[in-house]
């Protein structure tokens, strides 16, 4: 067991005004299975960059072991898989690899085809087995679930429960809560560091938000007592100081030295008050930093003239003369909010193209409603650039709806001028998320829509899609989410 501590860290990117770090300090256990959590563009893959040593920063970072980082290029992926891992573990034992294999459920042949042949998911087992082989190193693993499906995902979190020495960045909750044993958060104006599951830290969370919005409500309501009472004793002191050059009801001349002592006297109870008021407000400005902003989205949902919007029928799609899928059958009907679910390569993503019109080889029957307006979110973000006045624009959408939806999701007004190409993941699946509640539609068609987004939004967008009912097919491998929103489900 060794520490890695964190000194007064503070770091900035060269032309923005807010620093990402600011005197942080914190420290963190070697021996830890740790979560990072924290909204979108807050510092989480910066904050390993730091560790790595990619970036300058002013404070102290100490450790006593070696960083490696996951995911990592493969410089020639037409090589054996074997050759690729004997050149990131020179010096192992080969009965080591066999058993990392085993634990993730994956064949011993693996290794002896071409790197580039296996598919995302089996490439992202074969690297972590790989990178668990090497003594005295903390492992970095920056959001590895974006390639596997549900089972993948559950083998991944079960191999690394069985391990330790890690910071795990990922926002599916029910990945984080069965294999980390403590949580690394970046929040608005802190970092916390608690151990236990995301679960537990969400609940703690949720305790100390509401602490904090009760002394805040309490605290407006001291300082408007205390505003109201320092007004009126500010006027009772003016009211007084006038008498002075009055007379009594008797006609007889006033006491002048009495009534400015007794102006006096009410003059400093309302400086007091207002010295009370502004206390009050100093400690009310304490609060609320760290509380995120959950506020409910809106969404464009159109009726359509039929309850029955599509249907498949014995649908096969096939590939290179292989059905990938075969004997498909369902229907989405207004209000139905529909996953799709199956291994990778079972067909889902080609499913979702076929029902938005999209050219995919395929037999058997699918009817799609006619005049049927879909809104369709990608898993592919790369074509994302330009400005957000400019992206609303070629869409056709209401800007000021679109920017207004980005800020609940998070978005700082700062980001509003920059080139999205220059987002990050998490931030480009916001956009297509938010031109997707702004396109007025019938049917809402979403490919793996929560890859890269922070989980306080995935709750945001989950809590939206039941609370307006919009008809939605969608493919996503968050277990909770899918949980929680899909009314029926599609196998394939």
Known sequence: MSLIQVTNLTFAYDGSYDPIFDKACFQLDTDWRLGFTGRNGRGKTTFLRLLLGELDYAGHISADVEFDYFPFPVDQPSDQTLDVIDRLVPDYAYWELKRELTLLRMDEDVLYRPFETLSSGEQTKVLLAALFLKDNRFLLIDEPTNHLDAEGRQLVSDY??????????????????????????????????????????????????????????KLQKEIKRLTDASRRTREWSHAVEKSKNGTTNSGSKLDKGYVGHKAAKMMKRSLMAERRRQSSADEKAKLLKNIESADSLSLSQLS??????????????????????????????????????????????????????????HEGTLRVGSQLRISYVSQDTSHLQGDLTSYARSWGIDESLFKAILRKLDFARAQFDKDISTYSGGQ???????????????????????????????????????????????????????RAVATKTIEL
């Open 304 to 361: 359509y003239h039929r309850d029955r919007l599509v249907e498949a029928i014995d649908l096969s799609i096939r590939y290179d003369g292989r059905a990938v899928c075969s004997g498909v059958r369902f229907e989405i009907e207004q209000g139905d909010r529909a996953a799709i679910t199956g291994r990778n390569g079972s067909g889902k993503s080609s499913l979702l193209r076929l029902v938005c019109g999209k050219p995919v080889p």
């Open 160 to 217: 690394l429960r069985s391990k330790k020495g890690f910071i795990l960045v990922s926002h599916d909750r029910a990945f984080l809560d069965n294999c980390i044993d403590h949580i690394l958060s970046i929040q608005k104006n802190k970092i916390d560091v608690q151990k236990g599951s995301f679960s537990t830290w969400w609940e703690n969370k949720q305790r100390e938000d509401q602490f904090e919005l009760g002394e805040n409500e």
């Open 428 to 482: 480009k699946k916001k956009v297509l998320i938010a031109r997707s509640l702004c396109e007025p539609a019938h049917l809402h068609v979403w490919d793996e829509p929560l890859n890269f987004i922070d989980v306080i939004s995935r709750m945001q967008i989950e809590e939206l899609l039941l609370e307006h009912a919009p008809t939605l097919l969608f493919v996503e491998h968050d277990r909770e989410f899918s």
